[in-house]
Protein backbone atom coordinates (compact mmCIF):
# COMPACT_ATOMS: atom_id res chain seq x y z
CA UNK A 1 0.00 0.00 0.00
CA UNK A 2 1.41 3.50 -0.68
CA UNK A 3 1.42 5.54 2.32
CA UNK A 4 1.86 9.07 0.74
CA UNK A 5 -1.01 8.40 -1.58
CA UNK A 6 -4.15 9.94 -0.39
CA UNK A 7 -6.45 7.84 -2.39
CA UNK A 8 -6.58 5.20 1.23
CA UNK A 9 -6.18 7.96 3.43
CA UNK A 10 -8.50 7.82 6.63
CA UNK A 11 -8.68 11.51 6.96
CA UNK A 12 -9.13 12.13 3.06
CA UNK A 13 -12.13 10.00 3.52
CA UNK A 14 -13.28 12.46 6.68
CA UNK A 15 -16.27 9.76 7.86
CA UNK A 16 -17.97 11.32 10.86
CA UNK A 17 -17.68 7.78 13.13
CA UNK A 18 -17.12 10.61 16.19
CA UNK A 19 -19.25 13.40 17.36
CA UNK A 20 -17.58 16.68 14.97
CA UNK A 21 -17.70 19.95 16.38
CA UNK A 22 -16.43 22.56 14.11
CA UNK A 23 -15.91 22.67 9.96
CA UNK A 24 -15.24 24.90 7.63
CA UNK A 25 -13.87 25.10 3.75
CA UNK A 26 -10.18 24.41 5.20
CA UNK A 27 -11.02 22.43 7.66
CA UNK A 28 -12.78 20.29 10.57
CA UNK A 29 -12.62 19.29 13.76
CA UNK A 30 -13.70 15.95 15.41
CA UNK A 31 -13.42 13.72 18.31
CA UNK A 32 -10.47 10.97 17.28
CA UNK A 33 -11.53 8.00 16.95
CA UNK A 34 -8.29 6.22 19.15
CA UNK A 35 -7.59 8.79 21.49
CA UNK A 36 -11.57 10.38 21.60
CA UNK A 37 -9.82 14.04 21.86
CA UNK A 38 -10.32 16.63 19.86
CA UNK A 39 -8.63 16.51 16.31
CA UNK A 40 -8.07 19.22 13.97
CA UNK A 41 -8.08 17.67 10.06
CA UNK A 42 -6.69 20.18 7.39
CA UNK A 43 -9.16 18.94 4.26
CA UNK A 44 -6.51 19.21 1.95
CA UNK A 45 -3.76 16.04 1.56
CA UNK A 46 -0.82 17.23 2.60
CA UNK A 47 1.18 20.08 4.75
CA UNK A 48 0.30 24.07 5.12
CA UNK A 49 2.73 27.21 5.27
CA UNK A 50 3.22 27.51 8.99
CA UNK A 51 1.08 30.78 9.14
CA UNK A 52 -1.90 28.71 8.21
CA UNK A 53 -1.12 25.97 10.70
CA UNK A 54 -1.64 28.88 12.88
CA UNK A 55 -4.67 29.55 11.85
CA UNK A 56 -6.04 26.08 11.57
CA UNK A 57 -4.98 25.20 15.28
CA UNK A 58 -6.70 28.09 16.66
CA UNK A 59 -9.75 25.99 16.13
CA UNK A 60 -8.73 23.01 17.79
CA UNK A 61 -7.76 25.04 20.94
CA UNK A 62 -11.28 26.90 20.97
CA UNK A 63 -13.18 23.31 20.88
CA UNK A 64 -10.17 22.03 23.57
CA UNK A 65 -10.98 25.07 25.56
CA UNK A 66 -14.13 24.05 25.75
CA UNK A 67 -13.87 20.59 26.76
CA UNK A 68 -10.90 20.77 29.19
CA UNK A 69 -10.53 25.04 29.88
CA UNK A 70 -8.16 27.26 29.22
CA UNK A 71 -5.29 25.41 30.67
CA UNK A 72 -6.40 21.80 30.72
CA UNK A 73 -4.60 21.06 27.26
CA UNK A 74 -1.53 20.36 25.11
CA UNK A 75 -1.40 20.63 21.58
CA UNK A 76 0.10 17.68 20.37
CA UNK A 77 1.34 18.21 16.66
CA UNK A 78 3.21 15.21 16.07
CA UNK A 79 1.48 12.80 13.23
CA UNK A 80 2.11 9.46 14.35
CA UNK A 81 -0.16 7.58 12.34
CA UNK A 82 -1.03 9.44 9.15
CA UNK A 83 2.15 11.84 8.67
CA UNK A 84 1.54 13.03 5.09
CA UNK A 85 -2.26 14.69 6.36
CA UNK A 86 -1.61 17.49 8.48
CA UNK A 87 -3.68 16.86 11.48
CA UNK A 88 -3.56 18.02 15.41
CA UNK A 89 -4.52 16.67 18.48
CA UNK A 90 -5.67 18.54 21.53
CA UNK A 91 -4.87 16.73 24.73
CA UNK A 92 -5.83 17.19 28.57
CA UNK A 93 -3.44 18.36 30.56
CA UNK A 94 -1.07 15.63 31.79
CA UNK A 95 -2.56 12.76 29.67
CA UNK A 96 -2.48 11.60 26.48
CA UNK A 97 -5.63 10.02 25.52
CA UNK A 98 -9.45 11.56 26.63
CA UNK A 99 -11.25 9.75 29.63
CA UNK A 100 -14.02 8.43 27.02
CA UNK A 101 -11.09 6.62 25.01
CA UNK A 102 -10.97 3.05 26.27
CA UNK A 103 -6.99 3.89 26.36
CA UNK A 104 -7.34 6.08 28.99
CA UNK A 105 -4.38 5.63 31.33
CA UNK A 106 -2.63 3.69 29.60
CA UNK A 107 0.19 6.69 28.57
CA UNK A 108 1.51 9.77 29.92
ZN1 LIG B 1 -5.22 12.63 3.30
ZN1 LIG C 1 -5.76 10.22 17.94
Do not use: K, Q
Not at 55 to 75: D, K, N, P, T
Amino acid sequence: MDRSSAENCLLCAAERATAWHYEDDECWVADCLVCATPMVVWRTHGLPEAVDEVRLLSHLERVASERYGGEGFWIDGERRRIPDHWHAHARPAGGFFDPASELYGRYG
